[in-house]
């Protein structure tokens, strides 16, 4: 065969080649061509970021939320002229900053329910239910984030898990087709960095979120102590006239 037949025939073949070649990453059939043990990392990844988006967005309604009702909660508390029209109102307990007030106003009315009233003994019980009461919001409305936590960690390692398989497995091929070229490694090797991008694609926004909110509970957790602080002041005040 002359050598200008032959250039023909490998251009002929190239673009042959080139023609039957996916143009674009195609994730499902990734999914699809991978080993069952990397698929399965893939679908846990999956619907853990599910999972994680699904927490991002009850929990933003929920601060926001809770932050708008606790506002005008403090409000109409403070409208309030005596202690009995603020107990009136502790019925909310809906509300954190209600359950922080109902906390030191029932404590006040049993302090002060039997003559002689222990001024000093009353306001150290005040202050401790009230504080406690602080903490224990703050711990109900971030028990949720615990996962975003573990999310943001672990992702990243169960898909560097599924990227080391599927490596493996690529390498095992290898020896079985006794070949080394890109035909026979690449789709192995993409399998796998793909389960990495999912383990990343999980992780980040999981950690950006953690992050956020950690800080907006916080700052919560920080406007009820104040909050608590005003409260404890008033019912000290109410405990010197008693």
């Not at 065969?1 to 073949?13: K, Q, R």
């Not at 906390?103 to 049993?110: F, S, T």
Request: aromatic letters at 8%; glycine letters at 6%; hydrophobic letters at 55%.
């Amino acid at each position: 065969m002359s050598l200008p037949l032959l250039a023909a025939t490998a251009l002929d073949l190239a673009s042959v080649s080139a023609a039957g070649a996916p143009t674009r990453l195609d994730p499902v059939e990734l999914f699809l061509q991978a080993d069952i043990i990397v698929q399965a990392v893939m679908v846990g990844l999956i619907l853990a970021s599910v999972w994680v988006w699904m927490i991002i967005v009850s929990f933003s309604l929920k601060i926001g939320k809770l932050a708008a009702l606790s506002r005008d909660y403090e409000a109409e508390f403070w409208e309030g002229e005596t202690t009995d029209k603020a107990l009136a109102k502790q019925q909310r307990r809906e509300i954190p900053a209600a359950r922080v007030a109902a906390a030191g106003l029932d404590e006040w009315r049993k302090s002060t329910a039997k003559p002689p009233v222990d001024r000093g003994g009353a306001r150290q019980r005040i202050a401790s239910v009230m504080e406690s009461q602080v903490a224990e919001e703050a711990d109900a409305l971030s028990a949720r984030l615990n996962f975003l936590a573990t999310t943001g960690s672990v992702a990243p390692f169960v898909g560097l898990f599924g990227t080391v398989w599927g490596i493996m497995n690529s390498f095992f091929q290898i020896g079985a087709q006794q070949s080394a070229s890109l035909a026979v490694v690449a789709p192995g090797i993409a399998e796998a960095l793909f389960a990495t991008a999912i383990g990343l694609f999980a992780a980040i926004p999981a950690v950006i979120a953690y992050n956020r909110f950690s800080n907006q509970v916080n700052l919560f957790e920080a406007r009820l102590q104040r909050f608590a602080d005003k409260v404890h002041a008033g019912l000290s005040r109410e405990l010197d006239r008693a």
